[in-house]
């Protein structure tokens, strides 16, 4: 019984026991092989990642090209007599300080010409105005006035209506710009004068009156003259004009400033 039992029963158990216990072992090396490949490549993995987001968040810079310093330079306008851009001047000097804006005057008769000839780059100018090949823009209206002497009893009035001008004799010159007049007025004797100065020279000596817009009576005023707003007279219309060929940017922006547009708006 006890031959069985040492070569039957203890010895297989021993070496079931050694085999077993020599392949868990190799069960766990195995098992510790995977595990540490896994480990690798889920590092390997977040790594990647990581470095991924960090080009992501990388901020890019271009290098921009300097910006090319703005020139010095004039905007020519031209005005005729009477126009008043004063209102603008200021603010397009805090605007546009690199851009002298210097004014020339040019006589009505010759204000489309100044224009084409290029002697200004745009221009206050008065209706009626040939706007063929032309931009323009209305600005606003002057009222006609009556310009008569000190001593006329036509200053009696704060108004005149054309019913008060009968038979006053009216002058005339080449620089009329309200056109012919109905008025029942008699023309002076002495025909067309050159310029309002002139015929407001003569109207000073007691000699007619003048009708003109507001704007020229006060341009040539003297202390013997005086003048009243003739009421339904023809109104002078007052344009900002400019060869629409001849559009520049810095014409744009006087435009702007005359609209009153703010220097961020847009047009």
Do not use: C
Not at 30 to 53: F, I, L, N, Y
Not at 150 to 161: C, I, K
């Amino acid at each position: 019984m006890s031959r069985r039992g040492g070569s039957g029963a203890r010895k297989p158990a021993v070496r079931s026991a050694k085999g077993g216990a020599r392949s868990t072992a190799a069960g766990r090396t195995a098992s510790g092989g995977k595990g540490s490949a896994k480990g690798e490549r889920a590092a390997s993995a977040a790594k990647s990642k990581k470095s991924a987001k960090a080009k992501t968040a990388e901020k890019v810079v271009f290098d921009a090209p300097a910006a090319a310093e703005e020139e010095p330079r004039t905007l020519r306008l031209g005005a005729v007599p009477g126009a008043t851009p004063g209102r603008w001047i200021d603010t397009w000097k805090d605007r546009m300080p690199l851009v002298t804006l210097e004014l020339v005057p040019i006589p009505f008769a010759g204000q489309r010409a100044a224009l084409l000839d290029g002697d200004v780059d745009l221009a206050l100018v008065r209706a009626p105005f040939e706007r063929d090949g032309m931009n323009a823009i209305p600005l606003y209206e002057e009222l006609p006035v009556v310009i008569a002497s000190t001593e006329s009893h036509l200053l009696a009035a704060d108004e005149l209506s054309p019913a008060d001008l009968e038979d006053e004799t009216l002058l005339s010159t080449a620089e009329d710009v309200l056109g012919p007049l109905d008025l029942p007025t008699v023309p002076a004797r002495s025909g067309r004068l050159a310029t309002v100065e002139e015929a407001v020279q003569t109207v000073a000596t007691g000699i007619g009156i003048l009708v003109a817009p507001m704007s020229l009576a006060r341009l040539h005023h003297r202390k013997d003259v005086e003048y009243r707003i003739l009421r339904d007279g023809p109104v002078s219309p007052v344009l900002l004009a400019w060869p629409s060929a001849a559009t520049t940017p810095d014409i744009e922006a006087f435009v702007g400033v005359v609209r009153g547009r703010t220097a961020n708006s847009s047009r």
